[in-house]
Structures are given as C-alpha cells and as structure tokens.
C-alpha cells in the first residue's frame, strides 16, 4: 500500500505486504531527516534518519529515500507485521536553530 | 532503565487551574524540549533548553513557563488552564554532539484533560 500523508492520512496495508509511506517537507534548507513511530499510547520513537547529502538509507525492514529536488521523502517497510501498527511522522532538521518540524503523520493499519 | 521521564502520565483538572509537568533524562544531553500533540496527533514545538538557556520559544501563551533547573531536567508549568490545553504534552532530549546530533528521544506523554 502506498500513502501520500497529508492526502491520504490512513494507510490500511495486508500482513505481509510492503508499505509505502510518504511525506513533503517544507525547508530546502533542511539538512537531516528522520523517520518516527508512534504507537498508541506512547512517545515517538525513532525508526531511521537520513543526512542531505544521501538519497538512500536502509535498515531492518526499513528504507528511507530523499528526493530533495521536489523536497519529497519516503518510508518504505517490507513484511509489514502487525506490530507495524502505529502513526509515523517524518521530521525535518531545520539548520540554525536545530528545530525538528514534524509533519502530519500517517496512520498505517496492518489487517491480518 | 527510563531515558525520558515524564510525570503525571495523566492529569485531569477544573478551567482556571494552574498545574506542572516535570521531564527528567538520564542520557546525558544537552538540550531539552516540550511538544504539544492534539487531538488529530500533530506535533508542535513549544520550547527547547540548550544547557539550561531558552533557545525556542515558539508562539505560545505565556500562561506557560517552562524552567530548567539542571541540564537534566525541563519542566513545565501552565497558569491558568484552558479547555484549550487539553492535549498530550511530550518532552523530548536531544544531544548536539556525536553521529546523530539532533536525533530527539521522546518521553511517553501526559495527556492533559482540562474540565
């Protein structure tokens, strides 16, 4: 399944499938970017982040791309599982100032 | 072991009241936030403390204070409470030093509820 976050901010994906999450950042300035799970109930936690000067970063399960050409980053988690459940926010490094902006989040629901 | 701690979890309490939110961190870093989420869970920066000194303060009602006694700890405190202040209120901790400067690590909320 794929989002486009603030359009579509509820992603229903199938156990198993990959998700695709997306997020427009509003600084051309920005300059470190990072992905955030939030499940219910508690604190974002940090899932994986991303400097400017790469357009791809991979973890366990998760991969993140930039486009900073149309200021457009994406989340990418393969097997989805149920425990991938959450809302998920991207946030942007404002320079200067060390200011994360959080975007509007998606909620991502894993249906067996 | 908790790296951010917030204190109440909950807290319900009448208009008019004036009530505070203590964050601690054991992780040793240096700057200090306060985030209120509302209801449709977006996230907005109230304040941050950089080694005790005020570094942001974005547009909010100076019915909130926040204070910093030590590098370890940022809490807030909110004068006369409105309806308006019902939300869930994260602090978070940050270091500006090492790989992942700027990474911030989130306490589990207090979700306030104004009566």
């Known amino acids: 399944g794929e989002s486009v976050g603030l359009h579509l901010p509820t992603l229903s994906v199938q156990e198993g499938d990959n998700s695709i999450i997306n997020c427009a950042y509003s600084?051309?300035?920005?300059?470190?970017f990072i992905w955030y799970k939030q499940e219910s109930g508690k604190g974002p936690q940090f899932i994986i982040d991303?400097?400017?000067?790469?357009d791809k970063r991979q973890g366990q399960r998760v991969t993140v791309l930039l486009n900073k050409t149309v200021k457009h980053l994406s989340l990418q988690i393969a097997a989805t599982q149920p425990g991938d459940s959450a809302v998920y926010f991207c946030?942007?490094?404002?320079?200067?100032?060390?200011?994360?902006?959080f975007g509007a989040g998606t909620q991502v629901v894993v249906t067996p | 072991d908790t790296a951010v701690s917030q204190t109440p979890k909950y807290l319900v309490t009448q208009m008019g009241n004036d009530k505070s939110i203590k964050c601690e961190q054991n992780l040793g870093h240096d700057t200090m936030y306060w985030y209120k989420q509302d209801s449709k869970k977006f996230l907005k920066i109230m304040f941050s403390?950089?080694?005790?000194?005020?570094?942001i303060n974005e547009t909010v009602p100076n019915r909130f204070s926040p204070k910093s006694p030590d590098k370890a700890h940022l809490n807030l405190h909110i004068n006369s409470l409105e309806l308006g202040d019902s939300a869930v209120y994260f602090c978070?901790?940050?270091?500006?030093?090492?790989?992942?400067?700027?990474?911030?690590?989130f306490g589990p909320g207090t979700r306030l509820t104004v009566l």
């Open positions: 946030a942007e490094n404002y320079p200067n100032g060390g200011k994360l902006q």
């Open positions: 403390y950089n080694n005790k000194e005020l570094i």
């Open positions: 978070a901790s940050s270091s500006t030093a090492g790989f992942r400067s700027n990474e911030q690590f």
């Open positions: 991303i400097r400017s000067n790469m």
């Open positions: 600084n051309s300035a920005s300059d470190y």
